[in-house]
């Protein structure tokens, strides 16, 4: 797990040792993604130069250093990742008579593209990376990323110089930089949270889609190819549905599962698990003890709020797993001190406030291991979102209510203050009852006004239903992803794969990276191992919700190893209690950022509609934090960058 940086210099300015003088400056603005060791390489006839900063992980000599170049001369690469099967490749390119002098998957990697070519290998590939490969024959840079967009690419052109790397920090560094911010891009943001890819919020440069090879020749010879696509995965997975027992499937789901979580053990440093009680993280930590000799590291993050805190229930299941368990509970004052630090290490807007445990819980992991594996994915292949299940059952019941009546049920639910919806709720049983009731309320308002299936996904994945309002002169960027024509006719699925697409690889995956490298951890994921993918868009939908329950298969396979009266519980999610904070410790921040002079600085955003929802906000008439979020965290990133 590393970080790696470069640029090329098509007016060829720049001597060899100014090269590498730029580029090491660019890679140490990255060296907590690699604090182990870092290279540089140029070759100033082509005006390349690429830089790496190293988390050693497999082969910790310097036969794993990088820059690294292949043995047929051909190929100099920096990569972040880990292919876990390089193994198998070795031992196959072994038997052509290939000879290693290391044992990195790097070294393997670059073999490869000698014998197989790039697209071949990366076929072969099973793991994440991220990598910037020179070919010195053909005077071309190929930038790939994996299949599922673990780990990420970002890049682009500015003043006749080609920028590529882990990290928007790091072109910043170099002298050409100069770029400006993409309006259209953050309008987007303010609805997602996140910047969609394929863009950033810097006009010009792009994130890198996952499964796909760019082949840069020159500024005017760009090629992107994909090797794999999950919407094709998809398709094929709903047009020929797999037709299997119950107790097949979720033996040959356990075989996947396993093979998936053994390659992700392969480390020569030490390695444990994020473990936060859930039927996702629980069910890697119980593969990795049932194939472990000695007790699994497993940490959790506890709140002394109780609808925050999954920490007692995590304890339970390492308890029962037998796992060397550790757990920290976090105050108040402890988490909103990583506040501040966020826009270093999310280095274009982000604002998934489970950043901040995620964050957390890695800095807990990183003070006993190096290699943590991690649960995400359980809730986009197997249908284990609320919205999946909850949502389209209120979509259902909302297209029986006359069409006449929706805009006044929306009206008479926005008009009514958010303590009256908390006040309610608390005639629920606890067991039962909704975390931040209100802000239900609040998109079930939105979805009221909704006429089609993809216009009610939208307004449940946005913060602002109309984003634009906050840009002046944004407009959001139209996104391939609404004209999508998937396979079959189940719209929870149609959800499933839209979320695929988009929500994992920009938020879900985007937080882990950047939270478990800002402490110089790597994170694993088993369950988006490709196999996994491919195997659970292969499954009848009733496999994954069934008895209006979600994971079926996945509960399934985990009470095979926990008892189910331990896992069923209502689903908690891992967030921070924003909304109080904001109202409360965290006011006099917030209030600096939003203030109309603070807004007005930042040169493009409009204040009226922000401070009109902060104001709401702070006098409990309603609860804005999803809103507001992504405005604090914005304007706390422009004013680090600026």
Known sequence: MCGFTGFIDFKREYKASQLDKITQK??????????????????????ISL??????IQDLSPLGHQPMQSVSGRYWMVYNGEVYNAPDIRQELEGKGYQFKGSSDTEVMLTAFDVWGVKKSVQKFIGMWGFALWDRQDKALILCRDRLGIKP?????????????????????HPQWATELDKDALSSYFRFSYVPAPYSIYQGVKKQKPGT???????CNIQEEEY????????????????????????????????????????????????????????????????????????????????????????KVAAHLKTDHHELYVSPEQAQSVIPDLPKYYDEPFADSSQIPTYLVSKLARQHVTVSLSGDGGDEFFAGYNRYSLGMDVWRKLRKIPGFMHNPLSLAFDKMPSTVWESLAQLIPASKRP????????????????????????????????????????????????????????????????????????????????????????????????RVAEYAWQLPHNMKVRDGKSKWILRELLYRYI????????????????????????????????????????????????????IQHTKHHKNWHYSLWPVLMFVAWHRYYK
């Open 563 to 614: 008892p189910k009266e331990m896992m069923d519980r209502p689903k908690m999610g891992f967030g921070v209690p924003i909304d109080s904070w904001l109202r409360g410790d965290l006011r006099d921040w917030a209030e600096d950022l939003l203030s109309e002079k603070s807004l007005n600085k930042t040169g493009v955003l409009n204040p009226d509609p922000i401070r009109e929802k902060w």
């Open 435 to 530: 975390k931040n009731i209100s802000s239900k309320i609040q998109k079930l308002s939105e979805v009221l006004k909704m006429d089609s299936g993809i216009d009610f996904y939208k307004s449940l994945v946005s913060q602002w239903i109309h984003p634009d309002v906050l840009v002046q002169g944004g407009h959001e960027k139209d996104l391939d992803i609404w004209n999508l024509k998937p396979q079959g006719s189940n719209f929870t699925s149609h959800m499933q794969l839209l979320d695929s697409l988009t929500y994992l690889p920009d938020d879900i995956l985007t937080k882990v990276d950047r939270a478990s490298m800002a402490v110089s951890l790597e994170a694993r994921v088993p369950l988006l191992d490709h």
């Open 26 to 47: 660019m890679a140490a603005e990255i060296d907590y993604r690699g604090p182990d060791d870092w290279g540089v390489w140029s070759d100033e006839s082509c005006g």
């Open 51 to 56: 830089g790496h900063r190293r988390l050693s």
């Open 153 to 173: 690419v970002y890049w682009g052109i500015n003043k006749h110089t080609l920028f590529f790397g882990s990290s928007l920090k790091s072109f910043r560094s």
């Open 213 to 219: 090879i760019i082949t840069i020749k020159s500024q």
């Open 228 to 315: 794999w696509s999950m919407q094709d995965v998809y398709d094929k997975g709903q047009a020929a549905p797999l037709e299997i027992s119950d107790k097949d499937a979720i033996d040959q789901l356990e075989v996947i599962l396993k093979d998936a979580v053994d390659k992700r053990m392969l480390a020569d440093v030490p390695l444990g698990a994020f473990l936060s009680g859930g039927y996702d993280s629980s069910l890697v930590v119980a593969l990795m003890q049932s194939q472990s000799q000695n007790p699994v590291k497993t940490f959790s993050i506890g709140f002394n709020e109780a609808d925050y805190n999954e920490a007692q229930h995590a304890k």
